[in-house]
């Protein structure tokens, strides 16, 4: 079983920067895609990221955060990070990691992101 704890959130104003890390109980070596996610007040909980490692090296993003956000992971740490440049005020949400698709036992606390002046 494995289990998911984010960290890295906190208050930064526009235009900074943070770095989110996800730190895996067990091996993640084996999970091919892992994912960031974000569940602002009231909305859903969506991917903002992802990476899939087979033989190659996958980056999917979407749109509001391309050039902005970076997905990484190194399997040896077990751990997942998130770059996130540029932030924005609609980046304020609780950031989640978990497998791509999601594993619905996986969830963990979040961490929660606010971007304010």
């Known amino acids: 079983q494995v289990q998911l704890v984010e960290s890295g959130g906190g208050l930064v104003q526009p235009g900074g920067s943070l770095r989110l890390s996800c730190a895996a109980s067990?091996?993640?070596?084996?999970?091919?895609?892992m994912g960031w996610y974000r569940q602002a007040p009231g909305k859903q909980r969506d991917l903002v990221a992802r990476?899939?490692?087979?033989?190659?090296?996958?980056?999917v993003y979407v749109d509001s955060v391309k050039g902005r956000f970076t997905i990484s992971r190194d399997n040896a740490k077990n751990t997942v990070y998130l770059q996130m440049n540029s932030l924005k005020d609609e980046d304020t949400a609780v950031y989640y990691c978990?497998?791509?698709?999601?594993?619905?036992?996986?969830w963990g606390r979040g961490t929660q992101v606010t971007v304010s002046s």
């Open positions: 990476i899939t490692s087979t033989d190659t090296t996958n980056y």
């Open positions: 978990n497998t791509w698709p999601p594993w619905p036992s996986y």
């Open positions: 067990g091996s993640i070596f084996r999970i091919n895609s």
